[in-house]
């Protein structure tokens, strides 16, 4: 069995960081997390500058990238406009984000959940024009910072209507990292019955973010997203710890006998180096190169 594990953290990794990583160093990461086998990479974010900093010069992020055959090279977007420059940027595939929650996706990008669902509706229409590849991420899906607890019954009604023009892959998102693996299971089951593709994205701030992984992964996803290092967080919820780090994943999944690809040393050695930029230890750097065998 194999899995595709998708890498954020050019992307949701980096966004929230005090320090900002010029894009030929961004495009650097993507290069390392590439060369450590992994297929497809979050790369840039084609978002305002004035508003997220950190992601100026997606453009040059993807123009600075030595591309490995195989290797999938994606770009969010939140609204048309973004979606233009990541075409024109040439990116793989498109990812666009909406919230669950009303007061979430005003905060995050000035749109209701009615209004995300029109614009990721319009966008799927334009990528299958374009024939361009396309996620639709369902943010807050297990939990809100202000509105609380999310029903999956809601959630479930985002899906069914984003399925009236499908994307590649629908993704439900634990953006706050409050989820529980009962939740995995129910939305990833109850989306795939609404016959979505289906990803998830944890994080990892109660230290359910792995069993969560496991729960989603028996229930039928075919794609996990996770950041080198664990790095990343939400800058709603200044106490959500980031992502599940790509190097626990892998290992993880390599324990239950999937394949991902990935050279567990060279990874970890772009975990350290990645924490050396940003000036301090990454969550998913208490193992070191080598201390993996190759097999489990």
Not at 238 to 258: C, M, S, V
Request: charged share 20%; hydrophobic share 45%; proline share 5%.
């Amino acid at each position: 069995m194999s899995l595709l594990i998708c890498d954020v953290g050019p992307r949701d990794g980096l966004q929230n960081e005090a320090r900002t990583l010029e894009p030929s160093v961004r495009a650097e990461l993507c290069d390392r997390l590439a060369a450590a086998g992994v297929k497809r990479i979050e790369a840039a974010s084609f978002v305002n500058p004035k508003l997220v900093p950190q992601m100026a010069g997606a453009e040059e992020v993807m123009a600075a990238l030595h591309r490995l055959p195989g290797t999938v090279y994606a770009g969010l977007v939140l609204n048309e406009q973004g979606y233009e420059r990541a075409s024109a940027a040439g990116v793989d595939e498109v990812h666009y984000a909406l919230s669950a929650t009303d007061t979430f996706g005003l905060r995050n990008q000035n749109a209701t959940t009615a209004q995300g669902i029109d614009t990721a509706l319009s966008l799927a229409r334009r990528a299958r024009a374009d024939r361009m590849p396309i996620t639709v991420t369902v943010s807050v899906a297990f939990g809100c910072p202000f509105e609380g607890p999310v029903a999956p019954k809601r959630v479930l009604e985002i899906v069914e209507r984003l399925m009236e023009v499908p994307a590649d892959e629908i993704s439900v998102a634990d953006t706050i990292g409050v989820g529980v693996p009962k939740q995995a299971t129910e939305l990833v089951e109850g989306a795939r019955k609404l016959g979505a593709t289906v990803g998830a994205h944890f994080h990892n701030t109660r230290n359910t973010g792995y069993a969560n992984a496991v729960a989603a992964l028996d229930a039928g996803v075919v794609s996990l997203d996770s950041s080198v290092g664990g790095a990343g967080g939400c800058p709603f919820a200044p106490k959500a710890t980031g992502n599940i780090a790509t190097e626990d994943l892998a290992y993880l999944l390599r324990g239950l006998g999937i394949e991902t690809g990935i050279d567990m040393d060279r990874l970890i050695e772009c975990s350290l180096w990645l924490g050396g930029l940003l000036g301090k230890e990454l969550p998913g750097m208490v193992a070191r190169a080598g201390d993996f065998p190759q097999k489990v």
